[in-house]
């Protein structure tokens, strides 16, 4: 039997274990729920079944998106906004993305400890996504956590990265609301990142306030806001002062998460920043969906290995091969299936 | 006319002027250079037909990867080497990639003004790309700036990020020789990106070895090389001290890039290496030209739109969507040309 063969196999056997996990997942089972979150983070070939199934199930859960540089104490103000969300008896999921590693562990997980108080607490599930398998899909791989613990019945998800590149900014921008922990000293970062920042946070924090020029951060960040303010937004982004350590500032913090919340459940455009996204979100899936059956192809495929052999060759050009590839009549009909 | 036509008419009236510059750069004008560079970035239709055309004239420049931290003293590290290749009369380009802003300029601009002194240098060809038009394909965009620089006959092109993400890794990667550049305070940046780091380092360079801590991150550094020594490569990777401001160690950095660049010439892994980064620019085309025939779609045909319009419903299932796009013959034959 062929690799190939054996795999399309396996994948048979597989699938519907996938399907009695979800009903288990839906009923509540974490177990489960975590399962599924490994197949989508491994992009099982059933993740577009599954996703497609709880779909209509999604929609109803309120997301949040954390970002900052490393050591803004992202992670302590996680838990403390936890401890928040639970004394109001919301279910809540984590999902701590690192862009940056190709493992989720090691200095990450150490700085995740700090959440694990509520490791044992049946009413949060804590999950780490790195880029491990998700073949760069990192944002793609995080929208769906996100809808799995939608349809799992999470009152509140927050997504949480570790640094403040393009990547995490892409990444927490799928929240509802996202919040930018900065602290005194990040003043070179916001320098480079102001554009990027300033275009996705719906609340600034200056954490570890207590350290100097922590006023001064904060009134930079204002007049940045103020500038920025073109009256697209009915929004004012506040700029908040934190000690998270301390659990100073926090109840401040989880008030404008909340007024952020009702200004989006009372403004119009919440319907359209949602259609954006899912508009968003399709191109994305659609162009990750091709990727993946050229991968196939690649393995599977005789003729595209051929391609694949020519395009290793020292005086190759691989423009030529594509513009051959979107040519060829066959590989239209293997790419799309009913042809 | 209709919007979509009127730009196929524009795109027609522009292609003998791409061709035109195309003659016009490869002898050697740089103004024509600066204009495909243009186009690259903006990911002007013309593209492929571009790069499928200077593709034979590419292959024979050494390329430089330089990433690090904000504040590392890459630009003025990037500034001495250049001075090294002048020296020698290497015609230098130098790609200063920042993936973090949508804009190339601001913060990232007044950092490479460090650079500016070679701007009037006849030799040295510098730009800066930004994430603006690449649709964040900085990837893309930057391996084709490479390819255009190397067409147009430079000996030596240095690619330069600005962070240590995971964007920054994939984008420094291409390049044959990857130099990494941290301060003594880069310790929990080190830490974070610790796996990255040591899959695309072939030097390692503490800058501002002035200051505290610098021989303790070298040791450091210098053990996880040791560890990370799995035998697969015979290149043992560096670790060097530098301040560059001082042009303090800025020589033996120069000659260990020479050393590695040897290295790759003697080595019968770089055919290998070419050829898996070969591979992987193909499938990174494959699926850049699928998203950008979807986008096509997006603005001009009817029928997509209507899946748009869908999508953007509230109850809205765009894994049910995207699997009856990849069951609609009529897509593959507008994706396929051919079919």
Redo the contacts between chains.
Sequence with gaps: MQDADKEALANQRKEPEYSSLLKRMLTGEKLALAKLVTAVENDAPSV?EL??AI??KT?RCYSLGVTGP??AGKSTLVDKLIARLRAQDKIVGVIAV??????SG???LGDRIRMQRHALDEGVFIRSLG?RGTG?GLSRATGEVLRLFDAFGMDAVIIET???????L?IVDIADTTLVVLVPESG??V??????LM?IADVFIVNKADREGADKMASGLKGMVELNDCGASDWKVPVLLSQANQDQGVDEIYEELNNHRDHLATHTSK?ER???I??R???E???H???K???VL?REDERFRTY?KE?????????????A?????E???K?????
Tied chains: 1, 2.
């Design positions: 577009p996703m497609e779909y209509p929609g490393p050591g690192d862009p940056s590693s190709p493992f090691g200095a990450v880029t760069g570790v640094g403040v590149g393009q990547t995490e892409d070179d970062t320098q480079t990142m102001k554009a990027g275009e319907g949602r259609a954006k899912r508009r979100q399709f191109m899936i659609l162009g969906r091709f990727v059956k050229v991968e690649a694949l395009v290793e060759q020292e005086d190759a050009n691989p423009y030529r091969i594509t513009k590839f979107f040519q060829d009549e590989f239209a009909r790419i799309f299936d009913s042809v």
